[in-house]
């Protein structure tokens, strides 16, 4: 079992890694402003709960703009977007499955590996609102059932540019304990840089 001080050396060392990568090289050329459209597979890690009943949800739509900055010598691309979050599990009544909506901020740092980008960076979110899948039936979720506190966590990303479309692929790893589970997804997007 790690240990909360385990968990952040390893948040920090992967934090850490691009960052000292970047200032090594030669400044990258950002992006202006862009837009985003794609798709997350979720899942969820919660504790007390047999993993193998818990199952990835593909959630639609992921929504967003970014920006490229630089913050004290150190580029940055920006972000905030609608996303989603959730997962399949498997209850009494049969499978259901629970999805939450949410406004996200983020940030990466790009690391261009000849024709593809490397990044690294965090992502924080607020809960919107949910809704709960039972066979088809679709209820909502009341503001007291959406998971308390903000949703954050560490993005890994990988993309390709083919001139103002980008292609990109991520994972995010949730850290944020919501009454013992955390949320980790896979994302695809296609992005549009003006």
């Known amino acids: 079992i790690q240990t909360k001080e385990d968990v952040m050396k390893k948040v920090l060392l992967i934090l850490t890694l691009p960052i ?42 992921s929504i967003g703009v970014t920006k490229g900055v630089m913050v004290g010598g150190l580029p940055l691309i920006v972000g905030a977007g609608y996303h989603q979050r959730g997962y399949v599990g498997e209850s009494f009544f049969g499978e259901t499955t629970m ?18 980008a490397l990044s690294a960076g965090f992502i924080v979110g607020t809960f919107l609102n949910g809704k709960l899948d039972l066979d088809g039936a679709e209820i909502d979720l009341e503001d007291d059932m959406l998971p308390d506190g903000l949703d954050y966590g560490l993005i890994l990303g ?15 790893l949730g850290l944020a304990d919501h009454d013992g589970g955390s949320f980790n997804g896979l994302l695809l997007n296609v992005g549009y840089d003006f």
């Open 158 to 172: 990988l993309g390709y540019p083919a001139g103002p479309v980008n292609l990109n692929l991520g994972y995010a």
């Open 99 to 116: 999805s939450y909506n949410t406004l996200d901020l983020w940030a990466t740092v790009p690391y261009p590996v000849g024709p593809v």
């Open 20 to 61: 000292c990568l970047v200032l090594a090289q030669d400044q990258p050329e950002l992006p202006g402003w862009g837009v985003y459209v794609g798709a997350g597979s979720y899942s969820a890690s919660i504790e007390g709960v047999d993993a193998d009943s818990v199952k990835r949800a593909t959630l639609f739509p």
